[in-house]
């Protein structure tokens, strides 16, 4: 296996969005206009023009009082992309992936317009979108250029609490292992990496995956 890793610890995100910032600047996409609607989030959701996330959900804790659950959504990076595989039935290689692991749209992924949807439906998260700008499929391609250069991907570089960290499998796995540790010592048994053995984006909570999605 081997190849990059991200570990995104969600009991060290303060919801900054410099994650979310710094992928809009250094992949130069707009902003996506959106209207008040009741949630912090915003946008609303993954698009075209948006390939990090940083999701808001509220849950009542007590009277008066709230806990919040900050997830900082992306593309995970399978190990065994279903978006590769379904891909490859109606184009070759207009997905693929790097010596390091980076699932990559490529431009001839413009061709797979018609059948956009059903890439997004291969994908266990919903995370490719269409990009009307580019003309092709989109999202997080592991800031592949940077990590090529021997540079860390922007959203981690951004990040100011280390929620957001990057390396090779075995330096992330260990610190995957002592976060986790941490998390079980101060939230309970309900602290767990999801989809581990999957993904090269792993993500620790600390509660149910689904309460980091929507609010109650």
């Known amino acids: 296996m081997s190849g990059n890793f991200f570990l995104i610890d969600t009991t060290r995100c303060i919801a900054c969005r410099g994650c979310q910032i710094a992928c809009k600047q250094w992949n130069k996409l707009p902003a996506t206009k959106t209207e008040q609607y009741g949630s912090y989030q915003n946008p609303v959701e993954l698009d075209g023009n948006t ?10 804790l007590k009277e008066n009082d709230v806990v919040w659950y900050f997830f900082s959504d992306s593309c995970r990076h399978c190990l065994n992309p279903p978006c590769k595989s379904k891909a490859d039935q109606i184009l070759k290689d207009a997905i693929t992936v790097t010596d390091f692991g980076a699932v990559i749209f490529t431009d001839k992924t413009s061709a797979l317009r018609k059948n956009w949807k059903i890439i997004k439906h291969a994908c266990p998260w919903s ?5 009307e700008d580019k003309k092709m499929l989109t999202k997080c391609h592991m800031c592949h250029d940077r990590v090529e250069a021997g540079l860390l991907p922007a959203c981690v570089k951004a990040c100011p609490t280390d929620a957001l960290m990057f390396g090779d499998e075995m330096n992330i796995k260990e610190i995957a292992a002592r976060h986790l540790n941490a998390a079980r010592k101060r939230f309970g048994d309900k602290a767990r990496i999801l989809d581990h053995n999957e993904v090269r984006a792993l993500y620790l909570v600390v509660d149910d995956y689904e309460k980091y999605l929507a609010s109650e």
């Open 51 to 60: 390939y990090r996330l940083v999701r808001f959900a509220e849950h009542p």
């Open 127 to 131: 995370i490719p979108n269409w990009s």
